[in-house]
């Protein structure tokens, strides 16, 4: 999640809070490809593998999107990145998941928040650099794949390694580490949950920041109040709402600008 240098801001509840409110319910979805993406290979638990590796695209079904509440909508068309390097996917065209909280996803069983939490600074720090850069996208599915299933963060060392054997997958492996390197727990950490199956691969994706919400001025990078401040709020509502000069929701305004923002 990135904060917008629009004098338009907005009030965020806590990371965990918005997390603990999101994170129930089904998501149904349609496989749209890996894009943008790189063949590579890597190790894990002494066995060599192969992958696409990249970004996951998926259509959210517009019939059954399940009974997820927030976003993506229904019909829409959003990315992911795998947290199972070692199981198939997908069984089918379309497969039906379970949003859940990342810390809780059952792979590495379950994740945990330390695991969750780099997964979570990788995404806020280097998430919107990959663009259409497959070597890039390949190196982050590498470095989320390293965090999951490993101990440690070297991609030369421990159960999961990253492939070497050519001048693109050294590409990749150097990326990869080099990102691995600076996750060191300040920097941001993206709003992220999972998508967990029985028989398809988990996936992790983020949440979408609704249009027109902005970080709080007088809120840190933590979403509390500067010592100076007033203001930040920990209310789960997944949309925008006006908000008074005394930084209360405006009844019945919903979904509209006002001059002191609005609360998510």
């Not at 039906?96 to 995404?123: C, F, H, Q």
């Not at 663009?131 to 030369?156: C, H, M, P, Y």
């Not at 027109?212 to 990078?221: A, L, Q, R, S, V």
Request: aromatic share 6%.
């Amino acid at each position: 999640m990135t904060a917008s240098n629009s004098n338009q801001s907005c009030l965020l509840e806590t990371l965990e809070d918005r997390q603990l409110f999101s994170a129930m319910g089904t998501m149904n979805v349609i496989d749209a490809g890996v894009a943008p993406s790189m063949i590579t290979s890597y190790t894990l638990n002494g066995v060599k593998d192969y992958a696409d590796a990249g970004v996951s695209n998926w259509t959210r079904s517009a019939t059954n999107p399940g009974t997820f509440a927030a976003g993506p909508k229904q019909g829409e068309k959003f990315g992911t990145f795998c947290l199972e390097p070692d199981q198939e996917f997908p069984s089918g065209a379309k497969v039906a998941y379970t949003v859940i909280d990342l810390n809780s996803d059952p792979t590495s069983g379950p994740m945990g928040a330390t695991k969750a939490d780099a997964i979570r600074e990788l995404w806020g720090r280097f998430r919107s650099t990959i663009g259409t850069d497959g070597t890039k996208a390949a190196a982050f599915q590498i470095a989320v794949w390293e965090i999951v299933t490993d101990s440690g963060r070297n991609l030369s060392s421990g159960v999961f390694r990253a492939g070497a054997a050519n001048p693109s997958e050294i590409a990749i492996k150097n990326q990869a580490q080099s990102w691995l390197n600076q996750i060191n727990g300040t920097g941001p950490k993206a709003n992220l949950l999972a998508l967990s199956s029985p028989t398809d691969q988990d996936q992790v994706f983020e949440l979408p920041t609704p249009v027109g919400c902005h970080e709080h001025p007088k809120c840190d990078d933590q979403h509390q109040p500067k010592k100076s401040g007033k203001g930040c709020r920990q209310q789960p509502q997944p949309e925008c709402v006006a908000v008074t000069e005394n930084n209360r929701p405006a009844q019945g305004r919903r979904n509209e600008r006002h001059k002191h923002g609005c609360i998510r």
